[in-house]
């Protein structure tokens, strides 16, 4: 049988590079040798492209602050228009072997909003995961909010400002009440994100937000639940049931997600009525067709006492072993090896179906 040859690019310019560095490592560590052939390509924190020996690209593996890229001085550079062989080492000046398809597991901007995406399309490779617009929208949580508003899936009120002297704390509280929410309207991790309560806090959390994003989303606060479902597949898809969040601090902080490992408690299953985990996973289905989503998406919700709020979508989620994502279909039955396979049909299968329409008339 031929192998097919995997590509994973892994690394990027957000503050997940580290946790994208583990999921890159446990990835190769399970993918089934005898299938797939390897090429590794990490993208360092400059958003330069670096071919990787496949056996040996990391550092401090054991150290989830420390874990670093293993220096290279392979730079390459993505050539559109040779489908299969696009991928050109501008130390050994030739094209590199040919990729059969690519798995980016690169969170935040940069890696999950699109552009890696789009980048990727020129260069007419399969890849897993949502295309540009799934990408792009599932990022921007002004425009993902307002599609879900739209189909009448609930989520929290929210003011968007795009400078600062357009924020007026008096009716922003009339609106959302307090305490409010602010963030940087593409992001992740919880960064430049905070809980407001008085007119000092708000001002001083838009001024944090707006240093990440020209664009700031104030939102009410919804006292509930964190829950979480994992969502597979193209048109048709699968979902888990829900899993939840415990933050042990006040909110899902950066601290809670990578640094402090007793920031936060997965429990999976999450203890919920089977009806309500049934409305959960039928709004996961829904919130990843409507916004565009393919391949694969963790979808996290806020749950109260009446209403079941969808939060965000994550359309490249946390894929080490320990992840949500891989957790929620292990408790499915799903092996972490198993549903990378499955991850690289579905891109295949994407790929085949856009690649059947025509480009000319
Ligand atoms: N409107 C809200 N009400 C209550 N808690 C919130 C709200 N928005 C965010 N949070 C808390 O902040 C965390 C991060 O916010 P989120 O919107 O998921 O941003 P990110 O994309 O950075 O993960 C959430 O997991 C939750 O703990
Ligand atoms: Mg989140």
Redesign the pocket.
């Known amino acids: 049988m031929n192998k097919l040859n995997l590509c994973i690019i892994f690394g990027g310019k957000s503050a997940e590079h580290e946790v994208s560095l583990q999921s890159a490592y446990n990835i190769v560590e399970a993918v089934d040798k005898e299938k797939y052939s390897l090429t590794l390509i990490a993208m360092n924190k400059e958003g330069k492209f670096y071919l990787c020996d496949s056996l040996n690209f990391l550092e401090n593996i054991d150290n989830p602050k420390d874990i670093k890229i293993k220096n290279t001085d392979n730079q390459i550079a993505f050539v559109p228009g040779e489908r299969g062989s696009s991928i050109y080492s501008l130390r050994d000046n030739k094209m590199i072997d040919s990729i059969d398809v690519i798995f980016p597991i690169i969170h935040g901007p940069f890696g999950e909003d699109g552009s890696l995406q789009g980048l990727l399309k020129l260069i007419d490779v399969p890849f897993v995961g949502a295309g540009v617009v799934g990408s792009a929208v599932g990022m921007d ?1 002004d425009i993902m909010k307002r599609l879900l508003r739209d189909n009448d899936i609930d989520i ?1 009120d ?1 003011i968007i400002y795009r400078d600062i002297l357009e924020a007026d704390y008096l009716s922003a509280k009339d609106k959302l009440g307090i ?3 602010i ?2 309207a593409n ?7 905070s ?1 407001v309560t008085n007119q000092d806090e708000f001002l001083n959390g838009l001024e944090e937000a707006f240093r990440f994003d020209g664009k700031v989303i104030v ?6 639940r ?1 829950i979480e479902c994992a969502v597979k597949g193209n048109l048709k898809t699968k979902v888990t049931f829900p899993g939840e ?1 415990l ?1 042990t601090d ?5 601290e ?2 990578y640094i402090n490992e007793t920031g936060a408690v997965l429990k999976i299953p999450a203890e919920l009525d089977n009806n309500i985990a049934d409305n959960i996973k039928e709004i996961a289905k829904e919130t990843y067709k409507l916004l565009e989503t393919r391949g694969l998406a963790r979808i ?1 919700f ?1 749950v109260t006492k009446d209403r079941i ?1 969808v ?2 979508i ?1 359309t490249l989620p946390g894929f080490t072993k320990i992840s949500m994502y891989p957790k929620l279909w292990k408790n499915e039955g799903v092996e972490y090896s198993d549903l990378i396979d499955e991850l690289i049909v579905f891109a295949i299968e994407e790929f085949d179906n856009n690649d059947k329409l025509l480009s000319t008339i």
């Open positions: 949580k929290a929210f305490p409010m929410f963030k940087p992001l992740g991790s919880s960064v430049g994100i809980k939102e009410e606060f919804i006292d509930g964190e969040i933050p006040e909110f899902y902080s950066y809670a997600k996290d806020f709020l939060n965000e994550n």
